[in-house]
């Protein structure tokens, strides 16, 4: 399972993707990453599978890892326990979850309510489920995060993501989930390249049948036809927001394309207004320019490397 030319490739066309994006989209980047992007697609090595639920070891086990979909993925077995599902899952140790679950970092009320009732992408969000004893619980959304409190009325504030969920009965009994976790997917690599298409380009027929690909797996009807270069832009940002949920890559698309401060100060004043369990008012809000602080032990252990600048919230935001 080492990581193919095809894996390489889609990666390079994410970086120069991303350096397009962040150098005032800069259209030499944008050609290099069409140019990699392309060739993965050309290559015709990867496609998209038929039924999304086929990607997810919580549907079909062992066959879920390494599919034509998959162009890279951390390997999981017997010894090499994946502990996703500790994270996003939903405070439970049943034999009917598989792998116990202890934490509950949830899929968002606003991610959940985005989906269309008819995609099939829905799927992968837990929101009820039968314990061991036969008692079914299930998410009660208008709890506004806060949980318990409801005959049947799961601890956790919101869905779990069966993205990372071995649901198997071995997996309950060893406390190893051998689901794996996948880095780089084909339906990524299409998203890209509707993207940097668009920017090159504008709203292409090329860029449309990428993009519809991806949702007309999911959806029945394909992507409204005649749309500008912004609003086609926004609609990868959403096919993305749909399609990738749960698999580190929400925010870096956030942070190239300059939405993630727009998205934060939205999305948590709307929250904190409404009374949503555990937001509190902004304190900041992150731009585009926002880098992480190297953390100290690296600072102490390798003395040529220096901080990162402080970060200044946004000024388009008011906190």
Not at 112 to 140: I, N
Not at 240 to 262: A, I, M, P, V
Request: proline fraction near 4%; glycine fraction near 6%.
């Amino acid at each position: 399972y080492k990581a193919s030319k095809g894996a390489a490739q889609a990666l390079l066309g994410d970086v120069y993707l991303t350096r397009g994006c962040m150098n005032n989209n800069n259209t030499s980047d944008f050609q290099q990453a069409k140019k990699y992007l392309g060739e993965v697609i050309d290559s015709h090595e990867y496609e998209l599978l038929p039924d999304y639920k086929d990607l997810w070891y919580w549907y079909v086990e062992e066959a879920a890892k390494n599919t034509k979909e998959s162009l890279f993925e951390c390997q999981f077995g017997t010894n090499a326990n994946n502990e996703l599902h500790l994270y996003f899952g939903v405070m439970d140790t049943q034999k009917s979850l598989g792998s116990k679950q202890y934490h509950r970092a949830s899929v968002s009320h606003q991610a959940y309510f985005s989906y269309l009732p008819e995609d099939t992408r829905l799927s992968c969000m837990l929101t009820e489920y039968l314990t061991d004893a036969g008692e079914k619980r299930y998410w009660v959304p208008e709890n506004h995060g806060f949980y318990g409190g409801v005959t049947g009325g799961w601890l956790t504030s919101g869905p779990g993501n069966v993205k990372f969920y071995d649901r198997t009965e071995a997996a309950y009994t060893s406390g190893c989930a051998k689901a794996n976790f996948i880095l780089i997917r084909y339906s990524d690599v299409l998203l890209n390249y509707a993207e940097v298409e668009n920017y090159l380009n504008g709203p292409t027929s090329d860029a449309y049948e990428k993009l519809n690909e991806v949702h007309q797996r999911s959806l029945p009807t394909p992507v409204t036809s005649g749309l500008s270069k912004e609003a086609f832009d926004k609609a990868v940002y959403q096919e993305r927001s749909w399609e990738l949920l749960g698999e580190g890559q929400l925010y870096f698309d956030e942070l190239r394309t300059n939405r993630l401060g727009k998205n934060v100060y939205e999305h948590v004043r709307k929250y904190f207004d409404l009374g949503y369990y555990l937001y509190d008012k902004l304190q900041f809000v992150p731009q585009q320019s926002f880098l992480w602080k190297i953390p100290q032990t690296s600072l102490d252990s390798n003395p040529a490397l220096e901080q990162n600048p402080d970060n200044i919230s946004d000024p388009n935001y008011p906190i």
